[in-house]
């Protein structure tokens, strides 16, 4: 299933990519990025799932490095090897259980490497799609399957900072849940392209702000992006 879902992805960027103007052009999501570095960025990430180079993972350093190892290519050679990654990637994501990262992080990573590839993949695909100007399917069920796993990946941060309970709810995809054990202090109703990107850090504090809530919004605004991002500073225009 991630495979399959990953494999539709990875066309849609290619296209999208493809079709900008200029594959040099700024993307807003991702300030310190082109178009071209977009992709430079996912493809890298293939090659260091498939190489087990996986020291870093997730950090700046780690994905800035896959940019910079690509910037001398041009958007069709990475492009290619890209295409030339898919089958011992997939293969990965359809047998986890029989992948062998280096000793110390398999523990971690198999259960969720797929899910976690496919989600910044996805994120990345409607970044492309807000700087080229071209509009995608919102409710593709890789887009539910994403901002369900992100909704559930903010779990351990409220428990462990013994946050109120909050309640979560994708309107378009009609599941809720529950951030906590206790009676809900406030609720977030959103659909799921925008809880896939308020948890991915592409809206703004004012943006998150007025979102659909029941309760303290502002009590929640640092709680409702995940660790590895931060709310955007600046709008990227794409609220619906």
């Known amino acids: 299933m991630i495979a399959a879902a990953y494999r539709a992805v990875q066309g849609r960027v290619v296209d999208v990519a493809s079709a900008a103007p200029d594959p040099a052009q700024n993307v807003a999501a991702c300030p310190a990025w082109s178009v071209a570095d977009v992709v430079r960025h996912v493809t890298g990430i293939a090659a260091d799932i498939v190489a087990g180079n996986l020291e870093g993972w997730p950090t700046e350093e780690w994905t800035a490095a896959q940019v910079a190892l690509r910037s001398g290519r041009d958007l069709e050679e990475v492009v290619a090897e890209w295409n030339d990654l898919l089958e011992p990637l997939c293969a990965i994501f ?3 259980d029989g992948w062998e990262p280096p000793q110390g992080m398999g523990s971690a990573l198999k259960p969720i490497v797929g ?112 660790a590895a991002n931060a709310n955007a500073k600046r709008s990227l225009g794409e609220r619906e």
């Open 94 to 96: 359809d047998d986890p």
């Open 115 to 226: 899910t976690a590839t496919l989600s910044d993949l996805t994120q990345h695909e409607f970044d492309l799609r807000n700087a080229v100007g071209i509009p995608g399917d919102r409710s593709d069920p890789v887009v539910h399957m994403v901002a369900t796993g992100y909704v559930k990946s903010l779990r351990p941060a409220f428990a462990t900072k013994g946050l109120p309970t909050l309640h979560i709810e994708s309107t378009d995809l009609g599941r809720g849940w529950n951030l906590g054990h206790d009676e809900p202090s406030a609720v977030l109703r959103a659909t799921s392209f925008e809880l896939m990107r308020t948890i991915g850090g592409r809206r703004t504090e004012e943006e998150v702000v007025t979102l659909d809530w029941e309760g303290d919004a502002v009590a929640f605004l640092a709680h409702v992006v995940s």
